[in-house]
C-alpha cells in the first residue's frame, strides 16, 4: 500500500492551532519573508485559469450515473438496483444511456455544452484498492513511491514562493493531490472561519492580538526570524481572508441548504476568485461517502443529489459573476464499482469509473465511450478503461495551464492529447 503523496518529504506547518487554515510547505528549506512583503496579490493576474479538482471519495458507481437503461444484461447483473428507463433523462451523446435522476442538474449543464462526460475513465490493470487507486489519481502515475502530487509539481513548476493560496484545499487536511516540493500550499476547512485560538481571549483584545501577529521584526537570531518569517505569513493570508469571515458573500445564486460543508465551500471558493486571490489549483472532497457495498440505491442518489445541485449552482454563480471561463471543474474518484450486485443491496470495486470536466470553456462532449456490457466487462466483471486518466491530466496540463506536460506527468509522451477547450 502507497504512502499518500507528501509523506516522507520535508514539511514544515506554520499554523498548528489556528481555527480556520492550515498552511504547509513541503521540501522549501526557507520562504524569504521579503516575498510577502511584496504581495501576494501579484502571484496571479485576474486572468489566470483555475482548475477545482471535486473527488468523489469511495469509489463512484459509474454504472448508475450513466445507467445503460434498457440494456438487459445491466437488468440482469442488478435485478433491485437497476433503474428504471424513464427514471433518468436520456444522455444525448450515447443514447443507450441515461443520466441518474440526482444528476439532473449535471444533465442540465450538459444540454448547455457545459461538461465533458468521461463515461469509463481508470487505467490498465486496475488496482481495486481504494489507498493504491487513489493514489495513482492523486500523483498521475501507477507509481506506488511517488511522494508528491500531480497538480503540486504543477505548482513547483508554474507557481512562486510567495503564494500558499495557489494550491488550497478547501479541508481539514492538505490534500496529496497538492503535494509540492518546493513551493507553499494551504488547506482553509471553512472560508469563512479564519482565525485563531487563543484562551481567554476574545473581541477587541482577539482583533488586536491578531492584528499584532505580523509585527515581528526580521533578526539576525534564527528562531525569531523563523517566528518573523511565519507570523508575516500568517498576517498576509488572514488579511486575504479577511474580507470573507461573516459568511455574507453576496452570492448571486442560491446554493444547497445541508449541514454538508460542501456548498458552502463552493460559495467561498466562487467569492474568492470574484475577490482577486490568486488561486490556481483547489481541490475539494463531495459530500457523501460512494463506498456503497450496502443500501447504494438511497445512499448514493442522496450524495449525487447534494454534488450535482452544488455543482450547478457554483457554474452559476461563476456566470453571474463574469468568470466562468477562468475555470474548469474536474469531478472525479479513484474506480468505479463492479458491473453485477452483491447480495447487500450494493456493489463492489470495480475498474473504470465516471469523471466529468464542467465549465464554459469545455467542449461539453464525450470522452471515451461507454463499452457496452456484452463486450466492455473484464474476467472480474468490472467495467473497462475506454479512456486514461493520464491523457487528460497532459491535456488539462497543455491546453488550460499552457505548460508542457512532460515535465509533470512521467511517461507523458505515450499518452493521447484530446481536444477539451472550445
Not at 500568517?234 to 474580507?243: K, M
Not at 475555470?327 to 443491496?345: A, D, K, P, Q, Y
Request: with cysteine.
Amino acid at each position: 500500500m502507497p504512502l499518500p503523496a507528501g509523506s516522507g518529504l520535508s514539511r514544515r506547518t506554520f499554523l498548528t492551532r489556528t481555527a480556520g487554515l492550515a498552511l504547509s510547505v513541503y521540501g522549501a528549506s526557507k520562504l524569504p519573508l521579503g516575498l510577502f512583503e511584496e504581495g501576494i496579490a501579484r502571484a496571479a493576474a485576474p486572468t489566470d485559469p483555475v482548475l477545482v479538482s471535486i473527488f468523489l471519495d469511495g469509489g463512484a458507481d459509474s454504472l448508475s450515473m450513466l445507467y445503460p437503461a434498457g440494456d438487459a444484461q445491466y437488468a440482469g447483473l442488478r435485478p433491485h438496483l437497476a433503474l428504471a428507463p424513464e427514471a433518468g433523462a436520456p444522455f444525448a451523446e450515447d443514447p443507450a444511456l441515461h443520466w441518474h435522476p440526482s444528476l439532473a442538474p449535471l444533465a442540465e449543464l450538459h444540454g448547455e455544452g457545459k461538461v465533458s462526460v468521461l463515461p469509463a475513465v481508470g487505467y490498465t490493470n486496475a488496482d481495486q484498492s481504494h489507498f493504491t487507486s487513489r493514489h495513482y489519481w492523486e500523483v498521475g502515475a501507477t507509481d506506488a513511491h511517488l511522494r508528491t502530487g500531480w497538480l503540486g509539481r504543477y505548482l513547483d513548476l508554474a507557481g512562486t514562493s510567495d503564494n500558499p493560496l495557489q494550491g488550497l484545499a478547501l479541508s481539514d487536511s492538505l490534500h496529496p493531490a497538492l503535494a509540492s516540493a518546493s513551493v507553499p500550499i494551504a488547506a482553509v476547512s471553512q472560508v469563512d472561519d479564519y482565525g485563531f485560538w487563543a484562551q481567554g481571549v476574545w473581541g477587541d483584545p482577539e482583533m488586536r492580538m491578531l492584528d499584532a501577529i505580523g509585527s515581528f521584526t526580521p533578526s539576525s537570531d534564527p528562531g525569531r526570524a523563523h517566528v518573523a518569517e511565519v507570523a508575516a505569513q500568517v498576517a498576509r493570508l488572514r488579511g486575504q481572508l479577511l474580507p470573507f469571515d461573516d459568511g455574507n458573500w453576496g452570492s448571486p445564486v442560491t446554493y444547497p441548504t445541508s449541514s454538508d460543508p460542501f456548498p458552502s465551500r463552493l460559495a467561498g471558493l466562487a467569492a474568492m476568485i470574484a475577490g482577486g486571490l490568486p488561486l490556481r489549483c483547489v481541490t475539494v472532497s463531495a459530500p457523501g461517502m460512494y463506498d456503497t457495498h450496502a443500501d447504494q440505491a438511497t445512499d448514493l442518489g442522496s450524495a449525487l443529489a447534494l454534488t450535482a445541485g452544488s455543482l450547478n449552482a457554483f457554474q452559476r454563480d461563476l456566470e453571474a459573476r463574469g468568470l466562468s471561463d477562468r475555470v474548469i471543474v474536474h469531478v472525479w474518484s479513484e474506480f468505479g464499482r463492479r458491473g453485477e450486485e452483491n447480495g447487500s443491496l450494493g456493489t463492489d470495486h470495480g475498474a473504470a469509473g465516471m469523471g466529468f470536466l464542467i465549465g464554459s470553456q469545455v467542449k461539453g462532449q464525450m470522452l471515451g465511450e461507454f463499452p457496452g456490457l456484452a463486450s466492455g466487462l473484464d474476467d472480474e466483471g468490472n467495467l473497462k478503461a475506454t479512456f486514461d486518466f493520464r491523457s487528460l491530466y497532459c491535456s488539462l496540463l497543455e491546453q488550460w495551464f499552457a505548460t508542457d506536460a512532460a515535465a509533470i506527468i512521467p511517461n507523458a509522451a505515450s499518452f493521447d492529447r484530446p481536444s477539451l477547450l472550445k
